[in-house]
């Protein structure tokens, strides 16, 4: 099977850089992608990672190195409306297998 | 991006009867489509793959005969709750493939069942 984990809660000011890891155990995957999801709401893509290395979507990146079996995403310029649950998911097959989530809130 | 529709957003029922939620592909067409569950500030654990036109493929632990999908048509699954309980009572989003080289998947906006 897989598992994802990711930190529970991370808390940072406006305007702030934060990093959000995911590691995860698989014995095979296509790629690594993050979703992000207000309360309440559908979950909306960010980002996916075929291949080692970063990759820079506007504020947003996200890194994946194969021979940790490590990733994180990376948000710049922190506004208030980023407060919201980031999912890191393995892309296994056809299928998503999402970690626990980490809830991100921004602070003025 | 693609839109994906689900219906109803919200549900109550009473304990034992059974629930119908749609999902439909507004704008394309959906080979397949995937249910997840989510439990307050919890993941997304995956259900079931809906595929069209044949039997959906059941994750580990999911009850058939509890949670009965059907993919009639290429913008079109259905989830149905049976005999539902409180324990039922979640938060049920479908999901349906976007890019494939990418790991983005389209997800409506969710159907929030309570089951008294």
């Known amino acids: 099977g897989q598992s994802l984990e990711q930190p529970s809660e991370v808390t940072a000011v406006e305007g702030a850089i934060v990093q959000i890891n995911c590691t995860y155990q698989?014995?095979?995957?296509?790629?690594l992608s993050w979703y992000q999801q207000h309360d309440g709401g559908a979950p909306t893509f960010l980002s996916y990672?075929?291949?080692?290395g970063l990759e820079e979507t506007g504020r947003f990146s996200s890194f994946l190195s194969r021979s940790d079996s490590y990733g994180y995403l990376l948000l710049q310029e922190l506004q208030m409306k980023d407060s919201a649950s980031y999912f890191c998911?393995?892309?296994?097959?056809?299928?998503?297998?999402f970690g626990q989530g980490t809830e991100l809130s921004v602070k003025p | 991006g693609a839109v994906v529709s689900q219906h109803p957003s919200r549900v109550i029922c009473k304990s034992g009867t059974s629930v119908k939620i749609e999902c439909r592909s507004l704008?394309?067409?959906?080979?397949?489509m995937f249910w997840y569950r989510q439990f307050p500030k919890q993941s997304l654990m995956l259900m079931a793959t809906?595929?069209?036109?044949?039997?959906?493929?059941?994750e580990q632990g999911v009850e058939k005969d509890k949670f009965l999908i059907n993919h009639a048509s290429l913008t079109l699954s259905t989830l149905t709750v049976t005999s539902a309980h409180p324990e039922d009572s979640s938060f049920y989003i479908c999901?349906?493939?976007?890019?494939?080289?990418?790991?983005?998947?389209?997800f409506g906006e969710g159907s929030r069942l309570t089951v008294l």
């Open positions: 999901s349906a493939s976007g890019s494939p080289s990418t790991g983005e998947l389209f």
């Open positions: 698989t014995s095979g995957f296509y790629g």
């Open positions: 990672n075929a291949l080692d």
């Open positions: 998911a393995l892309k296994v097959g056809g299928k998503l297998i």
């Open positions: 704008d394309f067409q959906a080979t397949t």
């Open positions: 809906s595929n069209e036109g044949s039997k959906a493929t059941y």
